[in-house]
Antibody
């Protein structure tokens, strides 16, 4: 069974940092690109970042460019999102999503608040 | 403000049909046949129900169908059931590794 499991969310103060992880199973991780999509409380979906299968190509939404870094470790079947200079409006559930948007993790909640 | 425009709500009677629109631009919906639709029930992750405008993943009923004309894509749910009551989101490829989402539509089954 294809599965993505996020971890690393939590409460962080404005200006702080957090690293999210997404552990994959059930498929050949190194063959596929991956995405991060977030959803603020009561709001819609927002495309955040993406990475190619080998990590050579990345994309960032303007709202996170320069603050977030996406990476992956194909030897550990794990995707990461390093978030820094966090702001209140980064508060959201962060979903790890498969290349074709057909596999979604359960999400991890990030709350930025003082 | 979302990149793609969806109506905030839509409704239909049990057994009838409902159509949800998703309007973008010539740089996203109008440029690519990579429009997808997702269903999200409260407290759960979104689920892909249509991709490439009108293709259904395995296990998604044929009651869900999609179409596209110019810069607007549409999702139609036929034979509405109580379980179809959910939020629905569209997305489109927008070039240069970028994807955009709609603001979501809450579908109510009357």
């Amino acid at each position: 069974e294809f599965q993505l499991v996020e971890s690393g969310g939590g409460l962080v103060q404005p200006g702080g940092s957090l690293r999210l992880s997404c552990s994959a199973s059930g498929f050949t991780f190194s063959r596929y690109g991956l995405h991060w999509v977030r959803q603020a409380p009561g709001k819609g979906l927002e495309y955040v970042s993406a990475i190619s299968n080998d990590g050579g190509i990345t994309y960032y939404a303007d709202s996170v460019k320069g603050r977030f870094t996406i990476s992956r470790d194909n030897s550990k079947d794990t995707l990461y999102l390093q978030m820094s200079s966090l702001r209140d409006d980064d508060t959201a559930i962060y979903y790890c999503v498969g290349d074709a948007f057909d596999i979604w993790g359960q999400g991890t909640m990030v709350t930025v608040s003082s | 403000q979302s990149a793609l425009t969806q109506p905030p709500s839509a409704s239909g009677s049990h057994g009838q049909s409902v159509t949800v629109s998703c309007t973008g631009t010539s740089s996203d919906v109008g440029a690519y046949d990579f429009v997808s639709w997702y269903q999200q029930h409260p407290g759960t992750a979104p689920k892909l129900i249509l991709y490439e405008v009108n293709k259904r993943p395995s296990g998604v009923p044929a009651r869900f169908s999609g179409s596209k004309s110019d810069n607007t894509a549409s999702l139609t749910v036929s034979g509405l059931q109580a379980a179809d009551e959910a939020d629905y989101y569209c997305s489109s490829y927008a070039g240069n590794n970028k994807y955009v989402f709609g603001g979501g539509t809450k579908v109510t089954v009357l």
